[in-house]
């Protein structure tokens, strides 16, 4: 286990680089120069070299890049004061020191996450269990229709409908907002209740069909035969030999999931103005923001890659054929 | 001493009112609904077993041999699977019982060895645990008891080390082994009827002759039926008393081994003999195979089933047609065929005998 940690731990490194150096290196093939955009509209090509300066773009990319690179294992010095490991600079835009505000949004983006990924599961699971359970049947057809509906709609038009009705309408529930869960339980969870239900939509419906695939498959095996040929009651057979069996994919597309929502609900969180890491990387973006792009990249994509570990290792628990070999 | 010998060799005695036999199935007909049409699988099957002996079922794949075994387990799907006739296991009905009556009885009073040990066998329980779960719930054991139980039926098939084997997980199993288990997982609550689903073929031919002989001990022991599916006549002729050959969903010749093997009498019968390989035969020699392949059990040739494949059909005498009359398999030794029983006698001496060498 603590070799596979290793051997999975250095190969995380090298991807981690290989994202960094293309997101750095293609955001210099934009043509948008950060500097012209904070000069503002007098400028001069003296306050122009001074703003590069300050930013740090007047040296070569590459150059760039070894200082960028620097800064994140030791840390570096800036205009605006100093900036200790793991440092990815300040914002061109605003000047916030990119570590720490990342750091401030990832609550929210937590929060969201878990509790939507709370949501999918037991929906998804649960729906695609009573589909497998009741397979051809009347339940099974109207299961399977609804996730079909389900995963081809979009949060973009589901959220203002929701929020158009939820909020507006009906006044049930007041405007999806941010509040920290040590500072008011109730109101944090009041807050993302309806970003939980929309942000699951598409999730819930890709559950349901693949656990309700995978637990046909399985009943289909073999040693569910045995099972049920040693007088086990179906139930038993359903849930000890079946189940189990198929939560392996489940469990692969539920890291890798899991992983990116980390990085960010991009959509979820800009339809209601949620200000997690997928509202930051958007805002970014459109700033020619370079830090912080950089700096919620990087962070997504070490979610991503670390859910895909934790996966791995729990096949281990799941398969005692993992476990040995 | 002189008593025990005579005690011994009385007959067990029969139960009040039982005339049939332990396992008796009259006129099994199975058959599937599927997108194409229906599927007979199994077309008016007949055939009784006594406790103690040994049923081998031969046929080709698709010959309706092992879902005819499911049937009896209840194993089948009832929702696109029509079973009608009688199955009665020591004069009870399987046929339309209850699911509880069914898991009361499975893995209990009957139980089946699957062909392949690698997929019939969990990968996620360790193989000590899915031996002795029929053990807990149909005699209600402890969890110490039931774990007694399954280190003595390892022990009993034949794992060395079963104290610790008992723990491990069925990738840790070799193929043999594996199947040791099922045969130790099926047995372990001493089931009158054991039905063995092709419980060799999967294995090497050394590995094969070990469980033959182990279930042959086994049910000199228990005293269960065996009812034993093979496409291996070789195999059948180790371990069988009574042979049944299907075809297409139906009985087509009954005998005792000897019988059978000795003088079959039917073209089918005659066709799975000549193309097996035997051991003392010239390497140069060529098989014969039939020819042709196994009905479509959706749209069965009409008449006798085998009749497209059958060299014979022109010796058919006495107004019979083969593609249009079905041949009656009779109670007893016999074969369903309208070849006069001088005729098959005359052409199994005279042109299959010399074959088979």
């Known amino acids: ?325 | 001493m002189t008593t025990v010998t005579k005690e011994a060799h009385v007959p067990a005695p029969r139960g009040e009112g039982d005339a049939g036999a332990f396992l008796s199935v009259r006129d099994l007909y199975v058959h599937f609904d599927t997108e194409d049409g229906t599927v007979k699988a199994v077309d008016g099957l007949s055939f009784d077993l006594e406790r103690g002996q040994t049923l081998g079922i031969v046929g080709e794949s698709g010959s309706g041999k092992s879902v005819t075994n499911l049937s009896i387990l209840g194993l089948h799907n009832p929702r696109t699977t029509e079973v009608s006739g009688e199955i009665l296991l020591d004069g009870q009905e399987l046929t339309g019982a209850r699911e509880k009556t069914l898991e009361s009885l499975r893995g209990n009073k009957m139980a089946m060895i699957f062909q392949d040990p690698l997929t019939a066998l969990s990968p996620y329980y360790t193989v000590g645990r899915q031996i002795g779960e029929p053990y807990r719930k149909h005699r209600g054991a402890s969890k110490r008891e039931t774990r007694e139980r399954t280190i003595e039926m390892l022990d009993k098939v034949g794992i060395p080390n079963a104290k610790q084997r008992v723990d491990d997980y069925p990738h840790q199993f070799s193929g043999g082994m594996r199947q040791r288990a099922m045969i130790a997982m099926a047995l372990i609550c001493d089931p009158d009827l054991l039905i063995a689903d092709e419980p060799t073929t999967a294995l090497d031919v050394t590995v094969q002759a070990q469980i033959l002989d182990l279930l042959k001990d086994l049910q000199q022991e228990f005293g269960s039926a065996i009812v034993f599916i093979t496409h291996d006549l070789g195999v059948i002729a180790n371990v069988a008393d009574d042979i049944l050959v299907m075809y297409g969903g139906r009985a087509v010749e009954r005998g005792s081994v000897r019988e059978v093997l000795r003088a079959p009498q039917h073209p089918y019968t005659w066709g799975l003999l000549s193309s097996m390989p035997r051991l003392g035969g010239d390497v140069n020699e060529a098989l014969s195979p039939i020819h042709g392949t196994p009905p479509s059990l959706l749209s069965p040739p009409p008449g006798c089933a085998f009749h497209p494949r059958c060299g014979f059909v022109d010796e058919v005498a006495g107004g019979l047609s083969c593609s249009a009359d079905r041949p009656v398999l009779p109670a007893g030794r016999g074969a369903a065929c309208h070849l006069t029983a001088e005729q098959q006698s005359t052409f199994f001496i005279e042109q299959i005998k010399p074959r088979l060498g």
């Open chain 1, 1 to 325: 286990m603590l070799r596979f940690l290793i051997r999975r731990s250095l190969g995380a490194v090298v991807i981690l680089l290989i994202i960094s150096a293309v997101t750095f290196f293609l955001f210099y093939a934009v043509p948008r120069d950060p500097a012209m955009l904070a000069c503002g509209k007098n400028c001069t090509p003296d306050s122009l070299a001074v703003i590069r300066k300050n930013m740090g773009i007047d040296e070569p990319i590459p150059v760039q890049y070894w200082h960028f690179m620097v800064g994140i294992v030791a840390g570096r010095t800036f205009a605006q004061g100093d900036c200790p490991a793991p440092c990815f600079g300040y914002s061109f835009a605003n000047q916030d020191p990119v570590w720490e505000t990342i750091l401030d949004r990832f609550p929210t983006t937590v929060s969201l996450t878990l509790g939507g990924a709370a949501v999918f599961l037991f929906i998804g699971l649960g729906a695609g269990m009573i589909a497998a359970w009741k397979k051809g049947t009347i339940i099974d057809k109207a299961f399977s229709s609804f996730s079909l509906v389900l995963s081809s709609m979009q949060i973009y038009f589901i959220g203002p409908l929701v929020l158009a009705l939820v909020v507006y309408n009906m006044e049930l529930l007041d405007q999806p907002k941010y509040v920290p869960l040590t500072q008011d339980p109730g109101g944090w969870f009041m807050g993302l209740l309806i970003p939980w239900c929309v942000v699951q939509i598409i999730f819930t419906a890709n559950y349901t069909r693949l656990s309700r695939s995978s637990l046909i498959e399985q009943l289909q095996e073999d040693h569910v035969r045995t099972a049920r040929a040693k007088g086990m009651s179906s139930r038993y057979v359903f849930f000890r030999y079946a189940w189990r069996g198929s939560l392996i994919p489940i469990v692969t597309i539920f890291g890798v999931d899991l992983g990116s929502l980390f990085g960010g609900a991009m959509i979820t969180e800009w339809t209601f103005s949620l200000p997690g890491l997928g509202t930051l990387a958007v805002k970014s973006v459109q700033n020619t923001d370079l830090p912080m792009v950089m700096g919620v990249m990087l962070f997504a994509a070490t979610f991503i890659i670390l859910f895909n570990i934790i996966v791995d290792a729990a096949y281990a628990f799941i398969d005692p054929r993992v476990r040995l070999s």
